[in-house]
């Protein structure tokens, strides 16, 4: 059973749906540079108003701090949401109030209008009750579509939920149900892919990750800084020094539970990360102290696919190397490609998430091929760590209260 109400259990006909949706998407000169959340929010939209519902869209966009920033209106995003839905989209130039409460009351029943940028509002990022109070006034019942915001208990996420009859909206279910596939009840073995520049940024994920997978798979600069906790001598390459005691903890705690963890035994170097036209590779334990390891080398790659071929379920987040740079992706691009391939035969089942492994995925060509690619950052990142994200908790709640 669900742990939370989703859409097959609302009857919207001739209702005001309030529906919370990331618009915070990438603008270049005015205009929506990647409409992917945009595009990932028209089925939760389309059902709403093929049942005869109004919808009013909530959202954040920017940091303005509860001021009103002309430059962070919503109101260009409204109308590149109606692009992507095939239909007109209002505006309303405030998310309560007589403004937002005329624009809903003019709104025809299957159609859709777009609130104004609930961060104009200080009261949104301090979960303000009458914010929430006001903006629930607004609608019959509340849809929570934005996972990527799930890990911030605000106004239009959290404290909203305890005035109105809430469900998660058919983005947000599917990102729970393919989360919860990966880590919660997963098909063994199951692997983590953890990469990226510092072990800083992901050591409470790194923690929680060896007591949920079988094989923990450590890239990017963070692999640096086990492999010089190991004893390694690694040159100039990317390392945090001051970190290996927790490497140390971490490798000890993977032990202790079982996970094994898999880091290169050789490397792609260069002298400077934009300089792959005089890279070469070395064993991890010959690195020049001139030069710095950007990428897995072909040995370390080798290995890790044959790993991965007893694997039945991966999490990824985070790159093997600087995939930015030629030729310092081949090994992120050579692992996405196996995924992707394990995948489409029914032999994977393959969740990815976070901002750089996205894009890599993308400049693999194989974005579309993975079981689910979560375009969430922060939210999927706390969900790594294992921690309670409130949006999720208050649906969780909510339902409690049906």
């Known amino acids: 059973m669900a742990r939370f109400l989703t859409l097959k259990d609302a009857d919207v006909n001739g209702k005001t749906v309030l529906v919370r949706a990331d618009l915070n998407v990438p603008m270049a000169d005015g205009m929506v540079s990647d409409a992917t959340r945009l595009e990932r929010l028209v089925p939760t939209l389309q059902h709403l108003t093929q049942r005869g519902a109004k919808v009013a869209v909530l959202s954040h966009f920017g940091r303005p701090k509860g001021k009103v920033v002309p430059e962070m209106s919503l109101e260009p995003v409204a109308g590149a ?240 190397g600087a995939f930015e740079f030629d030729p310092f992706g081949t090994a992120t691009f050579t692992l996405a490609g196996y995924i992707a391939t394990a995948t489409k035969k029914g032999a994977l089942v393959s969740v990815a998430g976070g901002g750089d492994t996205v894009a890599a995925l993308a400049r693999a060509g194989v974005e579309d091929d993975l079981t689910y690619v979560s375009t969430a950052g922060g939210a999927f990142l706390e969900w790594m760590e294992g921690k309670t994200l409130p949006g999720v908790k208050a649906l969780e709640v909510a339902k409690d209260r049906e």
């Open 81 to 320: 949401l109606g692009d992507v839905l095939g239909a007109t989209v209002q505006f309303a130039s405030d998310c309560i109030g007589t403004e937002a409460q005329t624009a809903i009351d003019f709104l025809p029943a299957g159609h859709v209008l777009v609130l104004e940028n609930t961060r104009f509002h200080a009261g949104e990022e301090a979960n303000d009750p009458a914010l929430a109070e006001g903006m629930a006034a607004l609608g019959d019942l509340y849809v929570n579509d934005a996972f990527s915001a799930a890990h911030r208990a605000h106004a239009s996420t959290e404290g909203i939920t305890h005035h109105l009859p809430a469900y998660a909206g058919l983005a947000m279910e599917a990102e729970l149900t393919n989360l919860s596939a990966a880590l919660d009840a997963p098909q063994r073995p199951v692997a983590a892919i953890v990469g990226g520049a510092k072990v800083s940024t992901k050591i409470d994920v790194l923690q929680h990750l060896v007591t949920k997978v079988d094989l923990l798979i450590i890239g990017g600069g963070m692999a640096n800084t086990f492999l010089l906790a190991a004893g390694y001598d690694l040159g100039k390459s990317m390392v945090e020094a001051d970190l290996t005691e927790t490497a140390k903890e971490i490798l000890a705690a993977a032990q202790k539970a079982g996970c094994s963890v898999f880091l290169p035994e050789d490397g792609n170097v260069a002298e400077s990360i934009d300089g792959g036209d005089d890279s070469f590779i070395v064993t991890i334990d010959a690195v020049p102290e001139t030069h710095m390891i950007l990428d897995y080398g072909p040995l370390a790659t080798e290995s890790l696919l044959e790993r991965m071929a007893e694997v039945k379920t991966v999490v990824w987040n985070g790159p093997l």
